[in-house]
């Protein structure tokens, strides 16, 4: 199935593109959910409301995940609950030669180099130290050259020595120590497959990014695209980290957990659900409303700082079954 391209608004060389610009970037590993639609709708009201330009981008760059029909699934719903984006949509899976292209420029600057490490071998060396997000920090064992030149390899990106520091609307300011929290990072794997990281700081900047909306659990990817913008010479966006919605032991909605698809029957209902969690205070007539109607009414109430330092917050209990 295809899908219109929505009106074309300004390209990064465009002398307009100075606008404000978001974007959302659902991963197609199954369909739209609660958790997900917060980030879309979060990301969508700020664009609105700043007069600015809402890009939409599958990031499908990870095919061993891909769900087949789980991207078209996620426009029709976007579709169906309103959503109106701005230029083309954007498939990761087909910038290859960009990410690419972003990978040659850090090599040619002595800032990647070869790891032949499993993760066993990198638990083995340390056990428990891990970073915020679980991720086992990688401790440099090939920073010199491959322990097993025989293997296939990934690509790792040599971190900065000094803290990664950024202040976000929400969250606050935020410092992150990346060579004893994370360590040189992998930016292309050891499968041949760019990895996420790198393709969304090359994405962000090729679309023009301005701010980014996204969740709470992202937070601390963003100094590791920070470092990696530094090093290509890129700008950085805004940040803005919404609250995530978890289930009632406070896991993450998300498709590993088993996060339930958003009700295509309800829209307006479901949306004013979103725009609770998002502490905006909708009123309850909203359910009877059009979804045209709660836009309106969403746009002309929309306060970002009403979330300030609310990292996560517990779903609706219709939105986790």
């Known amino acids: 199935m295809s899908f219109p391209t929505k009106a074309q608004g300004p390209t990064p060389n465009n002398p307009r593109a100075s606008i ?58 976007l579709e169906r609950y309103g959503f109106e984006w701005d230029g083309e949509i954007v498939y990761q899976s087909a910038r290859g030669a960009l990410y690419e292209q972003a990978l040659h420029s850090l090599t040619r600057g002595g800032l990647t180099y070869l790891c032949s490490c499993s993760r066993a071998e990198i638990e083995a060396y340390a056990p428990r130290n891990l970073d915020e997000e679980g991720e086992l920090r990688y401790p440099g064992l090939c920073r010199h050259g491959p322990l097993h030149p025989d293997r296939a390899m990934a690509v790792r990106f040599r971190v900065p020595e000094l803290p ?68 290509l010479g890129f ?4 940040y803005v980290h919404l609250p995530i919605a978890t289930d009632e032991s406070g896991r993450k909605l998300s498709k590993a957990t088993e996060a339930t698809a958003v009700d295509l029957k ?13 502490n905006q205070s909708p009123p309850a007539a909203l359910d009877r409303e059009s979804v045209v109607d709660v836009w309106r009414w969403a746009k002309s109430h929309w306060n970002v700082d009403s979330m300030a330092g609310i990292a996560a917050k517990q779903a609706p209990a219709t939105a986790q079954t």
Do not use: C
Not at 22 to 50: C, E, I, N, Q, W
């Open 235 to 238: 700008g950085s966006p805004a």
């Open 20 to 77: 404000y610009r978001g974007r959302f970037a659902p991963s197609p590993t199954g369909p739209l959910h609660f958790g997900s639609l917060v980030a879309a709708v979060g990301s969508y009201l700020d664009a609105k409301v700043s007069q600015g330009e809402w890009r939409l981008r599958i990031e499908d760059v990870d095919t061993q995940r891909t769900v087949p029909g789980a991207a078209d699934g996620i426009l029709r719903t």
């Open 164 to 231: 990664i520091a950024f202040t976000d609307r929400l969250q606050g300011t935020v410092t992150v120590d990346l060579p004893g929290s994370i360590g040189d990072f992998v930016v292309k794997r050891r499968d041949g497959l760019f990895a996420y990281q790198l393709a969304v700081t090359v994405d962000d900047r090729d679309q023009g990014i301005t701010h980014v909306v996204r969740g709470a659990d992202l937070l601390y990817n963003t100094p590791r695209q920070m470092a990696l913008q530094s090093a």
């Open 266 to 278: 309800k829209p307006a209902s479901t949306l004013r659900q979103v725009l609770a969690f998002l």
